[in-house]
């Protein structure tokens, strides 16, 4: 099948010179043209990482390993003088904290047209025409292309910046936690906008957040991480029904759900493992409810189950098998 | 009885802006006309979008904000209008938790401290007992090991349980949770929120439910409150309201619920601004049902069903009204 994204083991470790911290392990995945893939996972688990690593824009600490091919260059070895003509052209990413993207000393207009000018060498007048065209497309007034970012609000402010990574036409988008400090019904704008997008410009994404459900709504298939490592992946409604990684069974028990009453809510006890360096075995083992002795001797590799489906557990089978 | 009888509550700020600061003073409205009662062991949740009026409504009930209208009744008595002595009595069964464990705790304070100083500030020093006590219930066990431990020792979700047991200590009867588990890891608030039913049914405890997650209330909520701009627009069980909902800002919000499985009926533009509220019903710009008297009038509550009560002048009754035009397109 053909893919816009492939990624091979990759690597973030960044270094200090007391310790190194491992903070992705070595993971791989690999995005369809439209597809939309969710990197779930808690606070710390290498997910933002990833995606960094991805846009090559990490701090100098940080050690990149492994591959990732976007139609058939490996980006994560190019120069910079090359990555910068890959950045925002090929690939693009919209942050949590649209404000803090945002210059706020610049018009949104002017923002959004500059990547134009910078990387496809439009002259002024027409990048800045262009920009009042995606700000329309992102159901902004392009009236407001004047506007400061303060003038705006949350929700306006996350849309100008989806404007200006989509300014180039990248062929993969990621989406780190975009929605996370806006409120619920924004929220739900910014998804059916991402969702439209994908539509009409076949554009990929990835979309990284916390929050199952919300990933639920929007992905074809969701990549659970876990201490630096993919988990499991499946396509979305295979997941819910049936999560087959003993740490997805126990995230998925611990949300609250609207409609469905519950008397107690899944924990997970313990806390995530030091990375600095990763333990032994699987990671998951000291907080699972399934260990036995193959867990803590080596990680299991993430292997495919069938259906589209892989997963990283010695004893995933449990009780139930995907028919 | 009810523990907590709020009626007609009104919060203004004075806001400031230019010249006006001189010559006339402004006040935003960020809760008009709100009342509610909670039950003795009850919880009611307060929900809405940022803005909506229900963090200023858990201020104001604890006695915390000036500018503020209404009454309420705590066991009979309007801590608005309470002495100095008895507000004191007050406080000691009233106590908050706050969103943010990160902010919320003094950096420079062990456990000991943060967690012992509402037994100082009521004259029950040297109470190390109750003190274990409240670490104990607040599930940081052994109390010994947390004691002289600093915040930044500490992770976010026992963080949390020691705000929750700096709540406890002196075993109040009302808790305001002011969005306790929004800046928390999923598997560290379901522990949280596992926590909050605890006590509930060892202590006893009341609480008001600050939050905007629709089934956070669910799941903790006997009843529940929507906001929307400063009103209560909707007020009943929790069952009730989330299954039949009949308020179309309730429907609209409960519809993009991530997970609620209805179909999505997403809003155009933002919450407006409010310090200029629009006329007549506050959601009428935005609403799907609106007609010309929801811009001149304002709705006022009617009770719908039994315990359920509504504000708005039409109300959903699970399927469309025929009279009704075809709600508008969302964009």
């Known amino acids: 099948m053909e893919r816009i994204l492939s990624v091979k083991d990759l690597r973030v470790t960044y270094r200090t010179p007391a310790v190194a911290v491992e903070a992705v392990g070595g993971i791989s995945f690999s995005l369809a043209p439209g597809e939309i893939l969710g990197l779930a996972g808690e606070s710390g688990c290498g997910k933002t990482s990833a995606a960094s690593a991805l846009m090559r824009i990490l701090p100098h600490t940080a050690e990149i390993g492994g591959e990732a091919f976007i139609g058939g260059t490996e980006i994560l070895s190019l120069p910079e003088e090359e990555m910068s003509k890959i950045r925002w052209r090929k690939i693009a990413m919209v942050f949590q904290n649209a404000q803090a993207a945002l210059n706020p000393t610049k018009t949104i207009g002017y923002q959004i047209a500059e990547p134009l000018m910078i990387h496809l060498r439009y002259p002024r007048r027409r990048a800045l025409e262009e920009a009042a065209s995606l700000l329309a497309r992102v159901r902004i007034d392009p009236k407001r292309l004047t506007d400061y970012p303060h003038q705006l609000s949350g929700g306006m402010r996350q849309r100008a910046v989806i404007a200006m990574a989509l300014a180039c036409r990248p062929l993969v988008l990621i989406a780190d936690e975009p929605t996370t400090a806006l409120d619920v019904m924004v929220q739900a704008q910014i998804i059916e906008l991402l969702k439209e997008l994908r539509d009409e410009y076949g554009l990929s994404l990835i979309y990284i957040s916390h929050d199952l459900l919300l990933l639920a709504e929007i992905c074809d298939r969701i990549a659970v991480m876990y201490a630096g490592l993919v988990v499991e992946v499946a396509p979305t409604g295979g997941l819910f029904q049936r999560p087959l990684h003993p740490y997805t069974r126990k995230l998925l028990g611990a949300v609250t759900v609207l409609g469905v009453r519950a008397q107690r809510l899944e924990t997970i006890p313990g806390a995530p493992p030091r990375l600095a360096p990763p333990p032994p075995g699987c990671r998951f083992a000291p907080r699972c409810d399934r260990v036995s002795g193959a867990c803590r001797e080596g990680m299991p590799p993430l292997e495919p189950v069938g259906k589209g489906r892989r997963v990283a557990c010695w004893n995933w089978r449990g009780e139930d098998v995907p028919s | ?331």
């Open chain 2, 1 to 331: 009885m009810s523990l907590l009888e709020v009626r007609e509550l009104t919060v203004a700020y004075p806001v400031a802006v230019g010249l006006s600061a001189f010559f006339s003073r402004r006040y935003l409205v960020a809760v008009d006309h709100v009342s509610f009662s909670l039950p003795e062991g009850g919880t009611l949740a307060l929900v809405g979008e940022s803005g909506c009026g229900k963090s200023s409504t858990g201020l104001a009930v604890l006695g915390l904000l000036e500018h503020v209208e209404g009454e309420v009744l705590f066991r009979g008595r309007d801590v608005l209008r309470m002495r100095e002595k008895e507000r004191r009595e007050f406080r000691r069964h009233a106590q908050i938790v706050f969103q943010d464990p990160y902010e919320s705790l003094n950096p420079k304070m062990r456990v000991r401290t943060i967690v012992g100083e509402p037994l100082a500030i009521h004259r029950r020093r040297g109470e190390t007992g109750r003190l274990k006590e409240a670490l104990e219930l607040a599930g940081l066990s052994p109390p010994e090991y947390f004691l002289d431990k600093y915040p930044h020792e500490l992770s976010g979700g026992e963080r949390q349980r020691v705000a929750i047991a700096a709540a406890v200590v002196l075993q109040p009867k009302l808790l305001i949770l002011d969005e306790p588990v929004s800046n928390l890891d999923v598997s560290i608030k379901a522990g949280i929120m596992n926590l909050f039913r605890d006590l509930q049914d060892q202590l006893g405890l009341s609480y008001l439910f600050i939050t905007h997650d629709l089934a956070d209330a669910f799941f903790l909520a006997d009843e529940v409150a929507v906001m929307y701009l400063g009103v209560a627009v909707e007020k009943g069980e929790t069952d009730e309201v989330l299954s039949h909902p009949l308020h179309p800002y309730t429907e609209a919000l409960l519809s993009v619920a991530p997970g609620s499985g209805r179909e999505k009926l997403i809003l155009a533009g933002d919450v407006p601004d409010p310090l200029h509220p629009p006329p007549g019903c506050r959601f009428h710009p935005r609403c799907p049902r609106a007609r010309g008297r929801c811009s001149e009038e304002v709705p006022p509550e009617v009770e719908a069903a039994p315990g359920h009560r509504v504000r708005c002048f039409y109300v959903s009754r699970g399927e469309r009204d025929p009279h009704l035009e075809e709600p508008k397109p969302i964009h």
